[in-house]
T-cell receptor
Framework: AQSVTQPDIHITVSEGASLELRCNYS??????LFWYVQSPGQGLQLLLK??????LVQGIKGFEAEFKRSQSSFNLRKPSVHWSDAAEYFC????????????????FGQGTILTVHP | KAGVTQTPRYLIKTRGQQVTLSCSPI?????VSWYQQTPGQGLQFLFE???????NKGNFPGRFSGRQFSNSRSEMNVSTLELGDSALYLC??????????????FGPGTRLTVL
């Protein structure tokens, strides 16, 4: 069964500092990969996704992620964090199957809470 | 275009009661998925509906059920509530429910507390 691990439960950075959130997956093939953000009291918002092609993916709000097949990782990065980036971040893995996958087959990581200090 | 709306936003029930949550997807979206989010278990998929048919189902007991109407609005029902059902229930909609080209949009959730 596929699994997703976000090793860091909580990360604290200073505003303006760079950020990297880790995501590792366990799966026998290249899956679809997603990063979502959830602000307090809100639903999830898609930041970016990878399914093929260039392994460096650009997303919204200045985020990017790099797919590394050899490390089974899909880490999220941002060069300069803003106070408004404080939220919880979720990595998710989707199963590629014949006939197409569905969002019902996504597996989510446990989330990483990001705190930003002024 | 209006986003995904969920009603009610907050709900308090007692053990043994049943509850119905509602989700209105973005106009034109035919796929609606439901998720349960708890601090201990994280985000877990409940079920997905597409064009009034349940297309996928997660590993939840039969007390959890859902349906989708012809206008794509969806409801989920939990019968015989247990304390462990306290959670944030998220609804998400998309055009076809098929990633990665089709993007899924989440609603703000319904916070259910079972006393």
């Amino acid at each position: 069964a596929q699994s997703v691990t976000q090793p860091d439960i909580h990360i604290t950075v200073s505003e303006g500092a760079s950020l990297e959130l880790r995501c590792n997956y366990s799966y026998g093939a290249t899956p679809y990969l997603f990063w979502y953000v959830q602000s307090p009291g809100q639903g999830l918002q898609l930041l970016l996704k990878y399914f093929s092609g260039d392994t460096l993916v650009q997303g919204i709000k200045g985020f990017e992620a790099e797919f590394k097949r050899s490390q089974s990782s899909f880490n999220l990065r941002k060069p300069s964090v803003h106070w408004s980036d404080a939220a919880e971040y979720f990595c998710a893995v989707g199963l590629k199957i014949a006939g197409g996958t569905s969002y019902g087959k996504l597996t989510f990581g446990q989330g990483t809470i990001l705190t930003v200090h002024p | 275009k209006a986003g995904v709306t969920q009603t009610p936003r907050y709900l308090i029930k007692t053990r043994g009661q049943q509850v119905t949550l509602s989700c209105s997807p973005i106009s034109g979206h035919r796929s609606v998925s439901w998720y349960q989010q708890t601090p201990g278990q994280g985000l877990q998929f409940l079920f997905e509906y597409f064009s009034e048919t349940q297309r996928n189902k997660g590993n939840f007991p039969g007390r959890f059920s859902g349906r989708q109407f012809s206008n794509s609005r969806s409801e989920m029902n939990v019968s015989t509530l247990e304390l462990g059902d306290s959670a944030l229930y998220l609804c998400a909609s998309s055009l076809t429910g098929r990633p990665p080209t089709d993007t899924q949009y989440f609603g703000p959730g319904t916070r259910l507390t079972v006393l």
